[in-house]
């Protein structure tokens, strides 16, 4: 089963604009992680943000966690064309060292 | 490094065929998985490993095989292939004492007729 939703599906901004994408959860994690997957290629590693903190940041990204609300935020600042992919949360919990779960993931489109 | 490697790129297979994907990594991880990637839905895990010699079961193992002999390699079977096997592939790698990024090789895109 999918751990996680996202919201919104899908984005479509224009360049140098902001996007934000949401990633809801529903048992208790360790750490939440974000990816981004470019057009039929694999996923690349954005931030990881442990169950112990807030907020992180990474260049252009800032990913904020809500372990009471069991939510997380993926914000791009902004934005470039080349930002245009899927991004997906995933969640790791418990005793499931590895074991990653899944959102559905947020299609982002940034226009030149 | 090469990273995470994966063959083939694309398969087509008929139902009933078997097959194996091939997975190898060349960062000395000793945590290694398989994802697939079904049209509209994230990444559903089928198996991992934890080192040489250990795999289990992940969310959607029916169907599938693995096995670990080597640090490097953690090759996926398809025992008889179903079309609801039809789907993208992708094995993952990752250092044991997390937590720590995991590294997708590129996907095998397979197709079951």
């Known amino acids: 089963s999918q751990q996680g939703e996202e919201d919104p599906q899908a984005l479509s901004i224009q360049e140098g604009e902001n996007a934000t994408m949401n990633c809801s959860y529903k048992t208790s994690i360790n750490n939440l992680q974000w990816y981004r997957q470019n057009s039929g290629r694999g996923l690349v590693h954005l931030i990881l943000i442990r169950s112990n903190e807030r907020e992180k940041h990474s260049g252009r990204l800032r990913v904020t966690l809500d372990t009471s609300k069991k939510s997380s935020s993926l914000l791009i600042t902004a934005s470039r064309a080349a930002d245009t992919a899927s991004y997906f949360c995933?969640?790791?919990?418990?005793?499931?060292?590895?074991?990653?779960?899944f959102g559905q993931g947020t299609i982002l489109t940034v226009h030149p | 490094n090469a990273g995470v490697t994966q063959t083939p790129k694309f398969q087509v297979l008929k139902t009933g065929q078997s097959m194996t994907l091939q997975c190898a990594q060349d960062?000395?991880?000793?945590?290694m998985s398989w994802y697939r990637q079904d049209p509209g839905m994230g990444l559903r895990l089928i198996h991992y490993?934890?080192?040489?010699?250990?795999?289990d079961q992940g969310e959607v193992p029916n169907g599938y095989n693995v096995s670990r002999s080597t640090t490097e390699d953690f090759p996926l079977r398809l025992l008889s292939a179903a079309p609801s096997q039809t789907s993208v592939y992708f094995c993952?790698?990752?250092?044991?004492?997390?937590?720590?990024?995991?590294?997708f090789g590129p996907g095998t895109r397979l197709t079951v007729l």
């Open positions: 960062m000395n991880h000793e945590y």
């Open positions: 490993s934890v080192g040489a010699g250990i795999t």
């Open positions: 993952a790698s990752t250092r044991l004492a997390g937590p720590n990024e995991q590294f």
């Open positions: 995933a969640t790791e919990g418990g005793t499931s060292y590895g074991k990653l779960t």
